[in-house]
């Protein structure tokens, strides 16, 4: 059996990509001017683009067609990211997963009542109010991932710059810390699924783009949860590895 007509089309734009005959910036034919170059349908050409932009390849942009966007991957390096050293030097967890590259982050503090689950790792009554910290981070002006962040609000009440949309240097866990309550152990669960339709809204994520879903719950010395962490990533823009000993 042969390649379907529309791998050949995506693997036909990707090699002018490839080759520098496009390059990051352009604008690609439309979808009926590409129909037309290939001789094949609009819909095998739709199926051609979907492909590309879950490769970050190709990005759309509203009301003004498609363009070409090269993506590198985020490599999100565990444990490391989250050891003490790093951002208990007043150093971003993100910086560390981004190297330098641009990067914007757009936050909202509220209060929320606790779901079961949130509630059962925080040890509170579910639907009691805690804080909860809702990020959307964005990486060469694209969004990559959600977050949202669930803290009790005793917690808050000992560490008030939690409730600050910029905690300082270090992020809550650092003042979390400086307070005696600084996360000593982590446990994320990953979940690969397809993305709700508000998610694929918000992160403009091609038809068939799946996300992971990373809960991280932050633990003191003495055992408590003082975070749970929801994070919703676009499963194309990374690579996530894990280093440890045998």
């Given at each position: 059996?042969?390649?379907?007509?529309y791998?050949?089309?995506?693997?036909?734009?990707?090699?002018?990509?490839e080759?520098?005959r496009?390059?990051?910036?352009?604008?690609?034919?439309?979808?009926?001017?590409?129909?037309q170059?290939?001789?094949?349908?609009?819909g095998?050409?739709?199926?051609?683009v979907?492909?590309?932009?879950?490769?970050?390849?190709?990005?759309?942009?509203?009301?003004?067609?498609?363009?070409?966007?090269?993506?590198?991957?985020?490599?999100?390096?565990?444990?490391?990211?989250l050891?003490?050293?790093w951002?208990?030097?007043?150093?971003?967890?993100?910086?560390?997963?981004?190297?330098?590259?641009?990067?914007?982050?757009?936050?909202?503090?509220?209060?929320a009542?606790?779901v079961?689950?949130?509630?059962?790792?925080l040890?509170?009554?579910?639907?009691a109010?805690?804080l909860?910290?809702?990020?959307?981070?964005?990486?060469?002006?694209?969004?990559?991932?959600?977050?949202?962040s669930?803290?009790?609000?005793?917690?808050?009440?000992?560490?008030?710059a939690?409730?600050?949309?910029?905690?300082?240097?270090?992020?809550i866990?650092?003042?979390?810390?400086?307070?005696?309550?600084?996360?000593?152990?982590?446990?994320?669960?990953?979940?690969?699924?397809?993305?709700?339709?508000?998610?694929?809204?918000?992160?403009?994520?091609?038809?068939g783009?799946?996300?992971?879903?990373?809960?991280?719950?932050?633990?003191?010395?003495?055992?408590?949860?003082?975070?749970?962490?929801q994070?919703?990533?676009?499963?194309?823009?990374?690579?996530?590895?894990?280093?440890?000993?045998?």
């Amino acid at each position: 059996m042969g390649e379907p007509a529309y791998r050949g089309v995506a693997n036909a734009i990707r090699a002018d990509i490839e080759s520098r005959r496009l390059v990051e910036g352009d604008r690609l034919p439309t979808v009926r001017e590409l129909a037309q170059r290939y001789g094949v349908p609009t819909g095998t050409v739709a199926k051609a683009v979907d492909i590309l932009r879950a490769d970050g390849v190709i990005v759309a942009r509203h009301g003004r067609g498609l363009y070409v966007r090269t993506f590198g991957r985020i490599l999100r390096s565990s444990p490391d990211r989250l050891s003490r050293s790093w951002w208990g030097e007043g150093k971003s967890i993100q910086d560390r997963d981004t190297d330098g590259r641009p990067r914007a982050v757009n936050v909202v503090v509220e209060e929320a009542p606790a779901v079961e689950d949130v509630a059962e790792a925080l040890g509170v009554p579910v639907g009691a109010a805690v804080l909860t910290r809702a990020r959307r981070f964005a990486v060469d002006d694209r969004i990559v991932q959600t977050a949202t962040s669930y803290i009790p609000l005793d917690v808050v009440a000992a560490v008030p710059a939690v409730a600050y949309t910029g905690p300082g240097p270090g992020g809550i866990y650092a003042r979390m810390a400086e307070a005696g309550l600084g996360p000593e152990t982590f446990r994320e669960s990953l979940v690969c699924r397809m993305p709700t339709s508000a998610e694929a809204e918000v992160m403009a994520l091609p038809r068939g783009t799946p996300v992971i879903a990373v809960t991280r719950r932050a633990y003191t010395g003495t055992g408590r949860c003082v975070e749970v962490n929801q994070m919703v990533l676009d499963s194309s823009a990374y690579e996530l590895e894990y280093v440890f000993g045998a």
